[in-house]
């Protein structure tokens, strides 16, 4: 998804992560001893998410309350005596609504008399997001036999860095921090940015502790044998634009503080404020589940799996003012991607088309409507990513809206076309047109000056992406003896993407009476078809290289990229089964999952983020692929080993692990700075399944087709419940039947096709 420069690093960047420069010109990521924990744990409402640890603690390393992209709170601490207390558990509920964690004490000072022993007090500490602000109620149980003096600390501090500060990036120079203020139970902090934005955090206790400074307050809480105690805490955050703030800035909306704690006592009060606030939580995820459709198992364990992949697509799903809209990952990417949305929005697209519209039309109103090397932006060019920071509102970065990716502009066709096949909703197309003829022109014209027909990139910015296909670290493409080829450079699966596109748009032409654009575009989708054949097929691997140079030399390379053809049906059917045989073998197949790069290639390295490593949304490409090429089989079991690597972590697939080959006892080896949740991970499981189960749904003949499905082991019957087709609903159901999996429908207004 983006450059991840070294393993330990703080990984991945937009582009940026560091002024130091590659020899041509791309920013890498510094070297740091610090790496994202897989203890972690996120919540996020809108543009706000946070991170910390098991206990609930923000460390200040690279967790941290975040607002659109800016850290508001980097540190946040719960002490006991001046010790961190001893940890019992911490988890997020399993609709990702609210953070809770179990600790005790350890052996506390005596205060007024007798000490208290460790194991004595629990402690339960429960945070909840909602919109901009953070609720917490933190819950003191004394279960000794005498009353115990507790002295609790909570400091906290804010250093209002930018995304791209936290995770690398130096600064010359900042804007202003304002001093603290500290107001009867309430501190407020405020720093005043260079792109004349004024960022506020009001952190408000209660009851009001008896000692607060500018980054602590102290409380002396009595607790009666058997008792128990509250106290709670809200973190408000409020962002202007000031006089001087350019009023097209993504950062200049206005964000306004929610309603804080204001009782002397506060008890009350508080309850009041995380249960609205948990409400309000439950209420949103509630209505995002209930917009897809039930699916579950005779598999407890696959059950989880799913229901946790749906909880964090509805976590990381955006309400934006287009409709819905899946943020790429958290801690990095909480932002709008292009590529990553149209991706997730592919791999649902059967069970909740809502999301597909939602990404449509969003994309088609940040479209680029002007030309802009700083942006790698060109008439008709769909974005690639959107953030709202100081650093992206002052150009220090291109990325307040950034269009150097290749792939999203065709796959933002291809999204169209699977969109309306699905739904029938034609009159979204009469809207999307006119973005639709710019896209697609877009394409065409990149086409038309590349000397062999197809759509390649060069990079224009000098800070942004060098290689910007979805591979787009430094190192991802080259050719067979290792070296980096010369722009501009045509990705194989691109290829497939524009000519998926150009038949889409054929299809619309012909739809709308447009006969000699529909030819055109046909035309054009079977010159790239016929070009792939012609110069990408390497006859001594039977497989596709990954890219053509600027010279028109093949990259001799063997990477999972090949899968992506499969996945759109661009190869020769012997030639997809050549590749589908491949894919499966060793040189690919971990036993977890394929690989992006064969073992043996150039610059191979399990460890490497592209080179090696085992990316879930890749791998349900590649098995949709499979499935389309008569490997049906060879798809259930790439489901079935990305199911057993979820297993092992909590039942989520991480943005990406290690490409190590399976070893009995062993789990998957994790990336240490992986996004955790990340959108194109989660919704994994779902392109999957719908390849495995041979769904596919064609809402104007009100029809659902199933071609020999198939089921993991273990799972002897599947369920999809309340699938939407029109304005009528089916409930499909596929058991094990004489060694044959049998599909069946309930009663409704929708057809059923068994295709043989």
Known sequence: MQDPETLGGV???????????????????????????????V????????????????????????????RVLSSLRLT?????????????????????????????????GTSTPEGVIHVERERVLSGTMMTEAIE??????????????????SDFRDMFEVRGLKREVRGELKPPRVEGSEVRLEYI???????????????????????????????????CVSLYLTVAIEVEPLEGAAPDTPSAGIIKPGHCLADSNGQSVGRAAIRAALVDAHIVMRERRRQTARVRSSNPLFNSWINRSIADLSLLTTDLPTGPYPYAGIPWFSTPFGRDAIITSLQTLWLQPALARGVLRFLAAHQAREDSAFRD?????????????EMAATGEVPFALYYGGVDSTPLFVVLAGAYVERTGDLALIDELWPALERAAGWVAGVCDRNPHGLLDYRRESEGGLANQGWKDSHDSVFHADGRFPDGPIALVEVQAYASAAF???????????????????????????????????MPESEFYGIALDGHGDLCRVLASNAG????????????????AEILESALFHTGWGVRTLAAGQARFNPMAYHNGSVWPHDNALCARGLARYGRKEAAVRLLQALFEAAVTFDMRLPELFCGFPRRRGSPPTAYPVACLPQAWAAGSPFMMLEACLGVSIDATRREVRIEQPMLPEGIDWLEVGHLRVGNASVTLTFRRVDGKVVASADRSDVKVVAVL
């Open 11 to 41: 990984s991945r960047s937009s582009g940026v992560d560091h002024p130091d420069q590659t020899a041509d010109g791309a920013f890498i990521a510094p070297e740091t001893p610090e790496v994202a924990s897989a203890d972690q744990h």
């Open 43 to 70: 919540l996020k409402s809108g543009d706000t998410f946070i991170v910390n640890d098991p206990l609930g603690d923000i460390t200040g390393i690279d967790d941290g309350l975040f607002v659109n992209d800016t």
């Open 80 to 112: 006991f005596g001046g010790r961190v207390p001893s940890l019992l558990s911490g988890s997020v509920s399993s609709d990702n609504t609210a953070f809770t964690a179990h600790f005790t004490n350890r052996p506390l000072p005596p205060l007024g």
């Open 140 to 157: 003191l149980t004394n279960y000794g036999t005498e009353e115990a003096v507790v002295p609790l600390s909570i400091s906290f501090a």
């Open 193 to 227: 940015g260079l792109d004349k934005v004024a960022r506020r955090v009001s952190i408000e206790f209660s009851p009001k502790p008896d000692k607060l400074l500018a980054d602590r307050a102290d409380f002396t809480v009595a607790l009666p044998a058997q008792a």
């Open 377 to 389: 932006a060109e008439v008709g060019k769909i974005m690639h990513e959107l953030r709202k920071s």
């Open 503 to 537: 038949e889409t748009m054929s299809r619309f032409a012909t739809q709308r009476g447009l006969i000699e654009d529909a030819a055109r575009y046909a035309g054009r989708a079977a010159k790239i078809r016929r070009c792939v054949e012609e110069k990408y097929w």
């Open 564 to 579: 992506h053809l499969l996945a759109f049906g661009l190869p020769e059917y012997e030639r997809g089964r050549a590749v």
